[in-house]
Nanobody, 128 residues
Framework: QVQLVESGGGLVQPGGSLRLSCAAS????????IGWFRQAPGKEREGVSC????????YYEDSMKVRFIISRDNAKNTVYLQMNSLKPEDTAVYYC?????????????????????WGQGTQVTVSS
């Protein structure tokens, strides 16, 4: 059974950093990608970044690429999202999700509908 478990959210002051984790289990192969998405109250779900497991290629939503870094620990089968210089507008529930690896491309916006397996989400609140 495929499962994704996020962790690492919390309350942080503006300008601070957080690292989110997405631990994956139950995959029969590595032909998948992990995407990070977020959803703020009253707003649409938006793409943040994605990581292709087979070749390690990553993509970012243009507005995220300067402050956010996606990476993977192969031994732990965990994908991380390092978030730096956080702003109040980054406040949202952050989700990781899995999809066939070709879904992960430079066209992140709107691709959340193609992701098949989702974690439970982790709350990130940026506030002083």
């Amino acid at each position: 059974q495929v499962q994704l478990v996020e962790s690492g959210g919390g309350l942080v002051q503006p300008g601070g950093s957080l690292r989110l984790s997405c631990a994956a289990s139950g995959f029969s192969s590595e032909d998948y990608a992990i995407g990070w998405f977020r959803q703020a109250p009253g707003k649409e779900r938006e793409g943040v970044s994605c990581f292709r497991i087979p070749d390690g290629i990553s993509y970012y939503e243009d507005s995220m690429k300067v402050r956010f870094i996606i990476s993977r620990d192969n031994a732990k089968n965990t994908v991380y999202l390092q978030m730096n210089s956080l702003k109040p507008e980054d406040t949202a529930v952050y989700y990781c999700a899995a999809a066939p690896f070709r879904v992960c491309s430079s066209r992140i916006r709107g691709t959340w509908v193609e992701y098949e397996t989702w974690g439970q989400g982790t709350q990130v609140t940026v506030s002083s």
